[in-house]
């Protein structure tokens, strides 16, 4: 396996509403659990705590690091599997592990892990100087780079409007594609002056490149179209009563699992008229609650909470 990691950088990250997601999965001590985004293992480590010696956790991560961390810091408890890949893979892991329909409760907290963030040779940050990735996975795929090079203006403007809400998505992206018509952009640094430049309203306390780093992040990562897949694997894996929960970063994120969550609590919208009764049409699924927000006293002691929102369902059939 390919291990990201090139320099020792902080392996911390902050589990985000941990109390919240223990208290909504409702673990059974013999319950077999799956965290589809194990990062620095934070919510993993909470629910082995609750999980009594039958039980069973399985995790997953798309990035080489989180997978060294876990077989450096997890495997040796029996109860516990790691597997690298992303969570659009999910059906296969349960499949082949034999517990499709059988899962008690499965946990996505998505975005970015801390020490993915932290580390310049990840690429993901305006605020360190590094090669311009930002893959999850960076054993695979394009990085920010390559896809930059080769977006056509069109394309990207359509990225940072709708990825990004960067209002100044035109004018930000005139500026790179003349800039890349000079020399190839392949350094965070380089990118982020070029969009700071661009930018004609810097807002206090606010980088300039945030929104447009954050929209190449989800392009480069197919975050929205992996997440979509996810969601409809993760029902089908659940048995009857067993809850999945979702923890978002990012509005565009949070609607797409609301409006599932919507979707699949009261199925399709069906034209008026319909010789189909409410009550003969089967529901799968129920949202419990209203979406969760972290309290003040987390938000103030970890900024990077701010914007997280938790939905949690349960299947019903
Ligand atoms: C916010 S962190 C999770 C932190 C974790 N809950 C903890 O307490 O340490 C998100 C993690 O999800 C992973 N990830 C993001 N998209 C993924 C995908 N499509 N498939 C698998 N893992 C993914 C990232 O690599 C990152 O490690």
Same mark, same amino acid.
């Given at each position: 396996?390919? /291990?990201?990691?090139?320099? +020792?950088? *902080?392996? !911390?990250?902050?589990?985000?509403?941990?109390? $919240?997601?223990? &208290?909504?999965?409702?673990?059974?001590?013999?319950?077999?659990?799956?965290?589809?985004?194990?990062?620095?293992?934070?919510?993993?480590?909470?629910?082995?705590?609750?999980?009594?010696?039958?039980?069973?956790?399985?995790?997953?991560?798309?990035?080489?690091?989180?997978?060294?961390?876990?077989?450096?810091?997890?495997?040796?408890?029996?109860?516990?599997?790691?597997?690298?890949?992303?969570?659009?893979?999910?059906?296969?892991?349960?499949?082949?592990?034999?517990?499709?329909?059988?899962?008690?409760?499965?946990?996505?907290?998505?975005?970015?892990?801390?020490?993915?963030?932290?580390?310049?040779?990840?690429?993901?940050?305006?605020?360190?100087?590094?090669?311009?990735?930002?893959?999850?996975?960076?054993?695979?795929?394009?990085?920010? /780079?390559?896809?930059?090079? +080769?977006? *056509?203006? !069109?394309?990207?403007?359509?990225?940072?409007? $709708?990825?990004? &809400?960067?209002?100044?998505?035109?004018?930000?992206?005139?500026?790179?594609?003349?800039?890349?018509?000079?020399?190839?952009?392949?350094?965070?640094?380089?990118?982020?002056?070029?969009?700071?430049?661009?930018?004609?309203?810097?807002?206090?306390?606010?980088?300039?490149?945030?929104?447009?780093?954050?929209?190449?992040?989800?392009?480069?990562?197919?975050?929205?179209?992996?997440?979509?897949?996810?969601?409809?694997?993760?029902?089908?894996?659940?048995?009857?009563?067993?809850?999945?929960?979702?923890?978002?970063?990012?509005?565009?994120?949070?609607?797409?699992?609301?409006?599932?969550?919507?979707?699949?609590?009261?199925?399709?919208?069906?034209?008026?008229?319909?010789?189909?009764?409410?009550?003969?049409?089967?529901?799968?699924?129920?949202?419990?609650?209203?979406?969760?927000?972290?309290?003040?006293?987390?938000?103030?002691?970890?900024?990077?909470?701010?914007?997280?929102?938790?939905?949690?369902?349960?299947?019903?059939?």
């Amino acid at each position: 396996m390919v /291990a990201c990691r090139m320099k +020792a950088t *902080s392996n !911390e990250h902050q589990s985000v509403m941990l109390t $919240e997601v223990i &208290e909504h999965l409702a673990i059974k001590p013999d319950g077999i659990y799956l965290d589809a985004t194990f990062g620095r293992g934070g919510h993993a480590q909470a629910i082995l705590q609750q999980l009594g010696p039958r039980g069973r956790l399985l995790a997953m991560d798309k990035d080489p690091d989180a997978i060294a961390y876990a077989k450096e810091h997890f495997v040796t408890d029996a109860r516990f599997s790691i597997h690298h890949g992303s969570f659009t893979e999910l059906t296969d892991v349960i499949r082949r592990e034999n517990l499709i329909g059988r899962i008690d409760g499965i946990l996505l907290d998505l975005g970015v892990s801390s020490p993915q963030l932290d580390n310049p040779e990840r690429g993901f940050s305006f605020l360190h100087a590094g090669p311009l990735d930002m893959r999850m996975d960076c054993s695979k795929g394009v990085d920010a /780079a390559t896809w930059l090079a +080769a977006i *056509s203006e !069109e394309a990207l403007m359509k990225v940072f409007w $709708e990825y990004g &809400e960067e209002r100044y998505a035109r004018r930000i992206t005139r500026a790179i594609i003349a800039a890349r018509q000079e020399t190839p952009i392949t350094t965070t640094r380089e990118l982020a002056d070029i969009i700071a430049a661009a930018h004609p309203a810097w807002q206090k306390g606010k980088h300039p490149a945030t929104r447009c780093f954050q929209a190449i992040r989800i392009a480069v990562n197919h975050e929205l179209d992996e997440l979509e897949q996810v969601l409809v694997q993760s029902v089908a894996a659940l048995k009857v009563g067993g809850r999945l929960l979702v923890i978002s970063f990012h509005s565009l994120e949070d609607r797409m699992v609301k409006h599932f969550m919507q979707r699949e609590e009261c199925g399709i919208e069906l034209p008026a008229g319909l010789p189909i009764k409410h009550l003969d049409r089967h529901f799968h699924f129920k949202r419990l609650g209203r979406a969760i927000k972290p309290s003040t006293k987390e938000i103030g002691m970890n900024s990077r909470a701010r914007s997280a929102i938790l939905r949690i369902g349960e299947k019903l059939l």
